[in-house]
């Protein structure tokens, strides 16, 4: 058993020690390595929060969890065990309705369907349609280029049109914001 493998007999007590710490279980799998079973456990807020879960509040729900693994045997099986409790991280793909949802006001980097990337502000999810605000790129010396044109100051674009995405790390708060779409097709990372 070296594969991941999911743990439906612990999907709700987690969910619900998680729903107390107004967190939602993104992941729940398990694996053997070794001697021990390690148990992986992917939390987020819920979609409708901006922001990023706090560390306490994740290392609080982590300390309980730990404790209902220890008390109740038969939720995992009698031996070592290893758990871990953590965000999903600023390198997820953004690949379903909610990521996009919790990922509203972040800046986001896209490819098209049609292999056009796209650089972008998300202002809004309106059920499976994504708001957006196309984004100046930087050239390589940091300075932004120009605007194709026609490039629309707002963006509606069906999430069904988006080949795959993820959120792109800022140091400093956004500043006004012009616009752009590179229309390159987009490289593989």
Known sequence: MNDEQTI????GPVSSILA???????????RRRG?????RVVVDLPEDRIGSADLDTVAEASREISELLDADESLIGPGPSVLEVTTPGAERPLTEPR?????RTRLIRLVRTD???????????DGDVLRLRPQRPLDSRGRPQRLPEGTPEVLDLPIADVE???VEIEFSAPAGGGAAITENPAKER
């Open 8 to 11: 439906p007999n612990l999907d």
């Open 99 to 103: 990521h996009f949802r919790r990922a």
């Open 35 to 39: 001697g021990a079973l390690e148990i």
């Open 164 to 166: 795959r995405a993820r």
């Open 115 to 125: 292999g056009t990337e796209l650089l972008a502000r998300l202002e809004d999810v």
């Open 20 to 30: 107390g710490h107004e967190l939602v279980l993104e992941e729940l799998a398990m």
